[in-house]
């Protein structure tokens, strides 16, 4: 599951980095990828609602 997040991830990189503005290496590993979007998931709770991964996936066509 992780791979197939890191997959598409890679496929889609440019969405990735417009969205989230996370920049995602071709040559990065899996494990890695998952703690960007996991750290993504952390934020100040006085900044309101991020955007984060479900506005991600809605964005990008599959």
């Known amino acids: 599951m992780i791979q197939v997040l890191a997959e598409f991830s890679k496929r889609n990189a440019s969405h990735v980095k ?7 290496p071709l040559d990065e590993s899996s494990i890695w990828i998952l703690g960007q979007y996991l750290s993504q998931l952390v934020y100040p709770p006085n900044h309101g609602v991020p955007m984060g991964i479900a506005q991600l996936l809605i964005k990008i066509p599959f």
Do not use: F, R, S
């Open 18 to 24: 417009g969205i989230l503005n996370l920049t995602i």
